[in-house]
């Protein structure tokens, strides 16, 4: 990297830590007290949008430092946005920058590091730029009570400490088993990043930055975390996880036992709780936006919003896309007064559930933040519902033909892999953002100690026949073969349940080919991000010239951590059906960039930040529509084969 980008990567490193003190590092703060957008708004390519800011902040009207940033609280958030758009809007690094220095000590904490993060993740100007990891910005939103209070009694004795942390609750509660899915903290940072990358209240117009297939995506992504769920249930002799309905109870209760940094605990919710109208939204709105969301479906159409004379064919393959962006809703929803907000609306009357009125004043609930959302259990049964909604649609289109399978000439002979072994492992977690900085208090080493699941390194190889020279799109699924009643599961039924491993493009030669491939190179995981210590290290260093900080321009930070590429599986043995299959890669591809086609990491679950979805094919293809019988026949193109995953216990 040159030194112009180790500054802003530092500079970026700096400003997100220990953002919840004032004055932290002396020359940002200089920099920002001495910085007034107004007397600059040349340095910016909206105006207004810095000139409200300042105004607002002027007047005491945004949220105050210290308060829980809500990003599904419409005020909180359209002020937010006024921070976004000032930096993104920003002419030049130098005039963002100095926005950062200015606003971080003058807007609320989550805000800034919200608004920031999507910023940096967004400008030309910083892409490459890595973000510290957020369980490390914000632990808070990561770790339990339990371990906040004793990493604050360490800190008060001014002694290093590793603090274990259990999984919320006890084993008398069944969920427990599989809450080292739901609490993961890579998981749950890929979820927060998901959301940054594809924010649903992103303007593509005003932002100039389009984003290709985003309510397919946010179909298929929570797809595959609830297919991905299923499977550590079963691995763990869990039934597969209910939908819940609107007018039935909430069978599993939650007791987050996570605490704010200012504001209270976390609101935990009882068994069978019943879902209630909040002020300002009834559950009756849902019901009724489902239901037209269901007519759509079931008719094929949906109503546009400027003409509704004007129907829109739901019933192609682009028929997802604006499904998936009416039901989050997105900004891209064709009708937001007709079909309103069904997913985001349900996060946030759970949420707020057991204190719909707000009588009792408390923050807002685990549902309402992606950072902790996945922790409670109605988070996997409030997607196990729409994902059903999503399959009506998906039912409802004509199934692939064996012609459009086939591919002439591309013959899968074997898949050989290695053995499939999975264990868990501690991991620390850096707690220094989790404290304040008390008087006399120095910092001292403090880490938060969890336990993880893992997978030994794996590969697979391929072998194929091909009567010439072809390049092919090789992807590959893996789902349960039998379910919780021991029953094979049929493949029509199956074919719902497959969870990407990989998906990536390979020439093959006239004759035998063995492609091989390494589950690093997986296209839905990423490697785990480096500490904030040690990125910190490392710029210092590269900056010095004793180290070289290797830059990416497409990093990225969404992505299923590499270690959870495989579920759990079983001590003797858990079976999985593995499913091969080539396509055509020159009918796959979307655009001449080679590159897009290598990366791996997260084309799959995260797509590409500026470019279009790598892969022509609809997302979960050729599984995400029914099977009929003769279509998967004799398809030489495709292979099944069943394979084992074993669970070790090293402790
Ligand atoms: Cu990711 Cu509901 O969208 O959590």
Not at 126 to 135: H, M, N, S
């Amino acid at each position: 990297a040159d030194q112009e980008f180790l500054t802003k990567q530092k500079e970026i490193v700096k400003l997100l830590n220990k953002v919840h003190e004032l004055n932290f590092y002396q020359d940002q703060a200089t920099i920002g007290k001495d910085w007034d957008p107004l007397a600059h708004l040349d340095s910016y390519k909206n105006v207004r949008v810095v000139k409200e800011l300042v105004k607002e902040l002027k007047n005491g009207k945004l949220i105050k430092r210290g308060e829980i940033f809500n990003l599904f609280n419409e005020e909180h958030r359209r002020e937010m946005i006024l921070l976004f758009e000032t930096l993104f809007f920003a002419k030049d690094w130098d005039t963002f920058h100095k926005t950062a220095c200015w606003a971080r000590d003058k807007i609320n904490e989550g805000q800034f590091v919200y608004a920031l993060s999507v910023a940096t993740l967004h400008r030309a100007d910083t892409r490459g730029i890595r973000l510290p990891p957020a369980y490390e910005t914000y632990p808070h939103l990561f770790v339990t009570s339990q371990v906040i209070h004793e990493a604050y009694a360490a800190k008060m004795r001014q002694e290093p400490a590793v603090i274990h942390m259990n999984f919320t609750g006890t084993v008398r509660n069944p969920e427990q088993r599989v809450a080292y899915f739901g609490e993961d903290v890579g998981m749950n940072s890929h979820h927060a990043v998901f959301h940054m990358d594809w924010p649903f209240w992103w303007n593509e117009e005003k932002y100039g930055l389009t984003k290709d297939r985003k309510g397919e995506l946010f179909w298929y992504m929570h797809h595959q975390l609830i297919t991905r769920f299923d499977a550590e249930r079963l691995s763990n002799d869990l039934n597969e996880v209910e939908a819940l309905h609107w007018d039935k109870p909430i069978v599993e209760g939650f007791y987050p036992q996570t605490t704010y940094r200012k504001g209270g605990e976390f609101p935990a919710r009882p068994d069978n709780f019943m879902f209630h109208d909040l002020k300002d939204h009834r559950v009756a709105d849902l019901e009724a936006y489902e239901e037209r969301i269901r007519e759509a479906i079931s008719a094929g159409v949906i109503f546009d919003a400027h003409d509704p004379n004007t129907f829109i064919s739901l019933n192609n393959t682009e028929g997802i896309d604006k499904l998936g962006a009416i039901i989050e809703a997105s900004s891209c929803s064709i009708n937001p007064s007709f079909y309103g907000s069904l997913h985001n609306l349900g996060h946030i009357i759970l949420g707020r559930v057991v204190d719909p009125l707000g009588k009792f004043g408390m923050p807002p609930g685990v549902m309402e933040h992606f950072e902790t959302a996945t922790r409670d259990p109605a988070f996997f049964r409030l997607h196990k519902h729409i994902d059903n909604i999503f399959k009506e649609h998906k039912d409802s289109l004509v199934p692939y033909t064996h012609e459009e399978l086939d591919v002439e000439g591309v013959d899968i002979k074997n898949v050989e892999v290695d053995d499939l072994v999975t264990y868990f492992e501690d991991f620390d977690i850096d707690m220094l953002n989790a404290l304040d900085d008390a008087a006399g208090l120095t910092d001292v080493d403090i880490k938060a100690r969890v336990q993880r699941l893992n997978h030994k390194p794996f590969g697979i190889k391929i072998i194929a026949n091909s009567a010439a020279e072809k390049t092919v799109t090789v992807r590959l699924f893996l789902a349960p073969k039998y379910d919780w009643y021991g029953r094979e599961v049929p493949l029509d039924i199956q074919r719902w349940k497959f969870i990407e491993l990989d998906k990536f493009a390979v020439k093959l030669t006239a004759g035998e080919n063995a492609i091989v491939r390494k589950s690093s190179e997986s296209s839905v995981t990423i490697p785990d991000p480096v500490s904030t210590h040690d990125l910190r290290k490392l710029v210092d260093d590269a900056i010095a010239g004793t180290a070289t900080l290797e830059v990416d321009k497409d990093v990225r930070h969404c992505g299923v951590p590499d270690r959870l590429l495989l579920p759990k599986g079983k001590t003797n043995g858990m079976k999985y059906t593995m499913f091969v299959m080539l396509s055509d890669f020159e009918e796959d591809k979307v655009n001449d960039l080679p590159h897009d086609y290598e990366y791996g990491g997260f084309v799959s679950y995260c797509g590409t930040i500026n470019h279009k979805y790598p892969d022509k094919k609809p997302m979960g293809w050729p599984l995400d529509r029914k099977i009929c019988k003769d279509s998967f026949h004799d398809v030489t193109n495709m292979y099944f084969r069943d394979v084992e995953i074993k669970f070790e216990h090293t402790h």
